[in-house]
């Protein structure tokens, strides 16, 4: 009973970091990122498809994001689907391939991501703490349908430790994150 609610109670935590790590890549931190293109969807044959769907992507070098659709025809689509986005970059389409020339960061935008960074982490400790209040309702309810109060306690206190831990790990990835943003 008591390894359940902490397995499950880790399993959130997990994800927590998980989810982090997915929306902190997606923060361009002012060097070329094929990830900030996930989220950009466009018509495909009539089924709604991810830009990778339809098209390679690749960093030639550290400013510049190359795209080339595996059809000639889907050019223009490609094109029109990365300028409605919210990337924020204006494509070059030469014909063969569309660039991606991803600028230096502003001081003022650099912050501006950092704090977004920031808001990120915070969600994700929000996680870790809901997930840790949850278990130890479920401990405490545990003990009222039987299980050993020493038993209880000691799990609520493997309940802090396992909290403390992910609340540390989510301060280092946000610390590398926002260390990549604020570096020139």
């Given at each position: 009973m008591i390894k359940e609610i902490q397995q499950k109670a880790e399993k959130k935590m997990?994800?927590?970091?998980?989810?982090l790590d997915e929306s902190l890549a997606h923060i361009r931190a002012g060097k070329a990122n094929p990830r900030i293109l996930d989220g950009i969807k466009l018509d495909y044959y009539g089924t709604l498809t991810p830009?990778?769907?339809?098209a390679s992507i690749s960093t030639p070098d550290a400013r510049t994001i190359v795209v080339q659709p595996w059809e000639k025809q889907m050019m223009r689509d490609v094109e029109k689907a990365i300028m409605?986005?919210?990337?924020g970059i204006t494509p070059d389409n030469n014909g063969?391939?569309?660039r991606l020339s991803i600028p230096p960061l502003t001081e003022e935008r650099r912050k501006q991501l950092a704090k977004q960074a920031k808001?990120?982490?915070?969600?994700?400790?929000?996680?870790?703490?809901?997930?840790?209040?949850d278990a130890i309702d479920a401990i405490k309810k545990s003990v009222k349908?039987?299980?050993?109060?020493?038993?209880?306690?000691?799990a609520e206190?493997?309940?802090q430790k396992m909290h403390d831990k992910y609340i540390k790990k989510i301060d280092e990835v946000f610390?590398?994150?926002?260390?990549?943003?604020?570096?020139v």
């Open positions: 997990q994800g927590a970091i998980e989810y830009l990778s769907g339809v409605d986005s919210d990337v063969e391939v569309i808001g990120e982490a915070e969600e994700a400790k929000i996680s870790v703490r809901n997930a840790r209040r349908d039987g299980t050993p109060e020493d038993v209880a306690k000691d206190n493997d309940m610390a590398a994150k926002e260390k990549e943003i604020m570096t």
